[in-house]
């Protein structure tokens, strides 16, 4: 059975955040490399708003703007220690990744990051 014939799992409330700060970092590492600009905590979450209603998702305010700020701190950790080159190569990948058909080395070690950073929150709260 290959991905695509794979059944969909349901959503859990812990996955959905991880995969949002995925998005979240694919967007926020996009938009730098693409423009030279960081997205604000309040355009992050208005992102994860825009990605939560597209699967049919909902968190609270103050939970988005939680992963926009876990999401941003990664992306900065991720654009400090690449060339530009492999910045741009590795925003690509995360947003061609963002297709569930499309496997990446780089997208899985970077979605263990994002729950690693989810963790690592939920343990110092």
């Not at 059975?1 to 996955?15: E, S, V």
């Not at 220690?81 to 496997?103: I, K, P």
Request: with cysteine; hydrophobic share 45%; net charge negative.
């Amino acid at each position: 059975m290959n991905r695509q014939d794979a059944p969909l799992l349901p959503a859990t409330a812990r996955g959905t955040q991880i995969a949002l700060i995925y998005a979240l970092v694919a967007e926020r590492l996009t938009s730098f490399y693409e423009h030279d600009h960081w997205l604000t905590e309040a355009q992050g979450a208005s992102l994860a708003a825009d990605w939560l209603n597209r699967t049919k998702r909902s968190l609270p305010l103050a939970e988005r703007k939680h992963l926009s700020a876990l999401s941003d701190d990664l992306a900065r950790q991720i654009a400090a220690s690449l060339s530009r080159e492999a910045g741009l190569l590795t925003a690509h990948e995360m947003q061609e990744s963002l297709d569930a058909n499309y496997v990446s080395e780089i997208g899985n070690a970077l979605m263990l990051e994002c729950e690693r950073v989810l963790d690592a929150a939920a343990s110092a709260e």
